[in-house]
């Protein structure tokens, strides 16, 4: 389990590395990034101890997160990467969206094209009262935001600069999570 056995193969060493620290959960030890052996309190639990070798993604179904975030980030994911993972959880609404209009667009462009209210490609309610309709808007907006905040700063900024922590993750990937169920209210 030496890091430099798996350089280039770091989908590899992480679902290794997590097998591994589920067994020896039970004894006290886990394997680090680094290839080292740090003492944990020993796992009494199947359980506790596939939890402790994925603890993002275990976090992530005590939400019950929708399964669309799964399908695009699941080797994010395995490698609990926080930066990836959300990058590639924001892309997916993206394609989602275009998956279901036809359009091509991207970004602000694409939201604007399959929100609008005159024409919606995709609709949230009925759209029958100003409320209604501002709770359409407000959607569409939710979503340039999460783009602009999240998936623009990913693309263009190194992950060492801009960090995302586990409790960001989370936030992030639920508000991404709320986006998808109401993308597919009326699928």
């Known amino acids: 389990m ?8 770091y989908e590899q060493f992480e679902f290794l590395r997590a097998e591994l620290n589920k067994r020896i959960a039970f004894i006290g030890l886990e394997l680090s990034e680094r ?8 796992a009494l639990t199947i359980t506790e101890a596939e939890q402790r070798a994925n603890k993002l993604k ?7 997160i929708h399964p669309t975030i799964y399908q695009y980030c699941k080797a994010e994911l395995l490698a609990e990467n926080y930066f ?3 990058f590639e959880a924001t892309k997916s609404i993206a394609e989602t969206i275009r998956q279901r209009t036809g359009l091509k667009e991207d970004g602000a462009e694409l939201v604007d094209k399959a929100f609008s209210i005159k024409n919606p490609l995709i609709q949230i309610n009925d759209l029958s009262t100003e409320t209604k309709e ?18 623009n ?10 960090e995302i ?20 209210i009326n699928e």
């Open 35 to 42: 290839g080292k052996f740090i003492k944990t309190q020993n």
């Open 153 to 162: 700063t990913t693309a263009h900024s190194a992950k060492i600069i801009w």
């Open 134 to 151: 501002s709770e359409h808007k407000g959607f569409a907006n939710l979503i340039k935001g999460v783009f602009g905040m999240f998936r």
């Open 165 to 184: 922590n586990e409790s960001d993750a989370l936030d992030i990937l639920s508000t991404i999570s709320l986006i998808h169920r109401r993308l597919n």
């Open 58 to 64: 275990s976090k992530l179904e005590q939400r019950n």
């Open 2 to 9: 030496a890091p430099s056995r798996f350089v280039g193969k």
């Open 84 to 86: 990836h993972t959300v």
